[in-house]
Structure formats: C-alpha cells, structure tokens
C-alpha cells in the first residue's frame, strides 16, 4: 500500500523516545510515499505534544528536506494547523516556506508554476475560511 509520511511526527516521537530522525526516514519505502505531512507541536512537561499549533520549526523543517532530498522527487505536502489558526497571511506564508524548503531539497524541479501557485493559495483560503467559520 501506498504511505502517508508525517515528518513532525517522526521529528516528536524520535525526541520523546530518544532516535536518530533520519536513521527512520532512511529506513522507509520513500518510494510509496504518497504525501508528507508537517506540523507545529508543544513541548509540555518534558515531552512534544503534536498538538498542530504553530509554525513548523526549523529541526522539522530540515527533516522535511532531508526526506525530500532522500526521495529524490517532490511529495504533495500538507501543513497540519488545526488550532490557533492565524491570520491568512501567515498560512499562506508557512506555504511559501514549505515550497522554498522543496526548492532547496530538489532544485528548480520543485518550483511551483504560477497556476499551481495560485490553486494552492486558493485551496488554503478556502480551509482557513472553513476553520474560521467552525469556530464561530
């Protein structure tokens, strides 16, 4: 079957469990990986918490690369924020980053068209608007 990765889990449970990040990813079938997940967490009583608040720190944002780059291709990725969601701006801006990680990783192969550009925002406009109006 094919795998959903989610890396900032990968990143929490390496730390609260002690393990080396990469040594995991380097032992998956990255060639089922069919979408990547990142994420924010809290670090609560000496322990992460996944709990999808905040921006994704750097330490996921590397094994995010490193994955990428271990995969040798572009996954479909997805930011996981379920609470304390911001302002659209800021949603759209840790988008703009997990894309200039890609770029890193991969080259120009990951660079976005303008059209993919623009149906990403409007796909992350529309949940934020979701998000918002369930809270309410």
């Keep these: ?44 009583d000496g322990v992460i918490i996944d709990t999808h608040i905040g921006p994704v720190i750097d330490e996921v944002w590397a094994l995010y690369r490193y994955t990428l ?4 291709r572009l996954i479909p990725t997805l930011i996981e924020w379920d609470h304390e969601i911001p302002a659209l701006p800021e949603v759209l801006a840790e ?20 059209e993919a550009k623009a149906r990403v925002e409007a796909r992350v406009e529309a949940r934020v608007e ?4 369930d809270r309410s």
Excluded: W
């Design 130 to 133: 979701a998000k918002v109006e």
């Design 1 to 44: 079957c094919d795998l959903l990765l989610d890396v900032n889990n990968v990143y929490v449970n390496c730390q609260n469990h002690g393990g080396d990040p990469r040594a995991f990813i380097d032992r998956l079938p990255l060639s089922r990986v069919r979408q990547l997940h990142v994420a924010g967490h809290t670090p609560m």
């Design 95 to 114: 988008v703009a980053r997990a894309q200039r990680h890609a770029e890193v990783a991969l080259g120009a192969s990951a660079r976005p068209t303008a």
């Design 69 to 72: 780059q271990r995969a040798g």
